[in-house]
């Protein structure tokens, strides 16, 4: 079964500006865009590719994957601003991130929240430490309402939360004894993945 799309007006091959990526990664991901009815399918894998190698998604990598998906900048923008996985400078060290939504907000996550900034030294609105080590942000659920409060840090969750236990977990992980996920949220695909589509390819 040919899964190939031979239609798409743009395969993947940006028109102007040096690419953020390996040029073997571009290949991959030349290849891949063919999978699928329209270039655009691929944007969100592939602004977390960008973002994983250029270290966030600068006014560069935004307009390289406009172009490689075969849409406007503003288009592609608009789409990553959506999502709060994606940033636009460069990450901190340890990302911590504090569900806002119904429940930990119920059951506490403003006194959380309270501790971090205290404990971290962070001004209401500042997103990160001024040595970039921390940010701090506000996200929507992370699906652990039945442990909440709850935050995450680099992607390793932290559930039941309160003031104190908030402050021994930061405290553990500065002191160096408890060790983070050495990557933060990390959702591009790895070049060994194996689609569907390749799957389909392979059966027919
Ligand atoms: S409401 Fe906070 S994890 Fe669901």
């Given at each position: 079964m040919d899964t190939q799309n031979t239609d798409t007006p743009n395969k993947g091959t940006p028109n102007k500006g040096e690419s953020p990526l390996p040029p073997e990664r571009v290949e991959w991901?030349?290849?891949?865009?063919?999978?699928?009815?329209?270039?655009?399918?691929?944007?969100?894998?592939?602004?977390?590719?960008l973002q994983d190698h250029v270290g966030c998604l600068t006014r560069e990598a935004l307009r390289w994957a406009a172009d490689f998906v075969g849409i406007t900048p503003t288009e592609v923008y608009g789409v990553a601003t959506f999502y709060w996985m994606y940033e636009y400078e460069p990450r901190a060290r340890r990302q911590i991130a504090v569900c806002h939504n119904i429940s930990c907000d119920l059951r506490g996550k403003d006194q959380v929240l309270e501790a971090i900034r205290d404990e971290l030294g962070l001004a209401p609105g500042?997103?990160?430490?001024?040595?970039?080590?921390?940010?701090?942000?506000?996200?929507?659920?992370?699906?652990?309402?039945?442990?909440?409060?709850?935050?995450?840090?680099?992607?390793?969750?932290f559930e039941n939360l309160d003031p104190a236990k908030t402050r021994a977990i930061l405290e553990e992980i500065r002191s160096g004894k408890h060790e983070l996920p050495a990557s933060p949220e990390t959702f591009a695909p790895h070049p060994e993945v194996v689609t569907t589509y390749e799957h389909e390819e392979a059966k027919a």
């Amino acid at each position: 079964m040919d899964t190939q799309n031979t239609d798409t007006p743009n395969k993947g091959t940006p028109n102007k500006g040096e690419s953020p990526l390996p040029p073997e990664r571009v290949e991959w991901w030349r290849k891949r865009v063919t999978h699928f009815p329209e270039a655009r399918a691929v944007l969100l894998p592939l602004l977390h590719d960008l973002q994983d190698h250029v270290g966030c998604l600068t006014r560069e990598a935004l307009r390289w994957a406009a172009d490689f998906v075969g849409i406007t900048p503003t288009e592609v923008y608009g789409v990553a601003t959506f999502y709060w996985m994606y940033e636009y400078e460069p990450r901190a060290r340890r990302q911590i991130a504090v569900c806002h939504n119904i429940s930990c907000d119920l059951r506490g996550k403003d006194q959380v929240l309270e501790a971090i900034r205290d404990e971290l030294g962070l001004a209401p609105g500042q997103r990160k430490t001024d040595d970039g080590e921390w940010s701090l942000r506000t996200v929507e659920c992370m699906g652990s309402c039945t442990t909440a409060p709850m935050m995450a840090i680099n992607g390793e969750y932290f559930e039941n939360l309160d003031p104190a236990k908030t402050r021994a977990i930061l405290e553990e992980i500065r002191s160096g004894k408890h060790e983070l996920p050495a990557s933060p949220e990390t959702f591009a695909p790895h070049p060994e993945v194996v689609t569907t589509y390749e799957h389909e390819e392979a059966k027919a």
